[in-house]
């Protein structure tokens, strides 16, 4: 009975709680390993440049990023193909998941900047999934865990 009571508890407090910062500028770095739709390895590491100003109940950023995809050529050989993004972030603050999702640009070697989107949740780490239409692979999704640190920049007291 105890055991339920508790899970109850969490479960409230989780979707029930607002996270509550200070407000300002924030820099927050990330990093991030996953796999495509189609079982391949891809790594990431971001920088996002955020607002967050109190009376809203999310808050935004800027972030640019690279990503790795492990490709193997006809030998077998392995190597990494390294890409761009720019994306516009936004992830709410009523909950303490902190569900977010992020419109932007990729681009890489013999590819033109293309769209991508992404959702994710969690709190430091966060699981998330993104959708790329790279027209040379046929691997559109993307799921993977992100570990990120926000950290307060020009917020007195800090």
Not at 39 to 55: D, N, W
Not at 111 to 130: D, Q
Request: hydrophobic share 40%.
């Amino acid at each position: 009975m105890k055991k339920r009571i508790l899970i109850c508890i969490f479960l409230a407090m989780t979707f029930n709680s607002k996270v509550l910062a200070q407000e300002g500028w924030y820099i927050s770095p990330g990093v991030q390993i996953g796999i495509d739709s189609r079982g391949k390895i891809f790594r990431s590491a971001q920088v996002t440049l955020g607002l967050l100003i109190e009376e809203y109940h999310f808050t935004s950023g800027l972030t640019i990023g690279y990503k790795w995809f492990r490709k193997f050529d006809k030998s077998g050989k392995k190597s990494w193909n390294r890409y761009n993004y720019y994306d516009l972030q936004s992830h709410a603050l009523e909950s303490i998941i902190q569900p977010g999702i992020g419109f932007g640009l990729i681009q890489g070697d013999n590819m033109p900047l293309t769209p991508r989107f992404k959702l994710w949740a969690g709190w430091f780490v966060l699981g998330s999934y993104e959708f790329i239409n790279m027209k040379n692979d046929d691997s559109k999704h993307y799921f993977g865990l992100f570990g990120v640190l926000p950290l307060p920049i020009g917020v007195s007291g800090i």
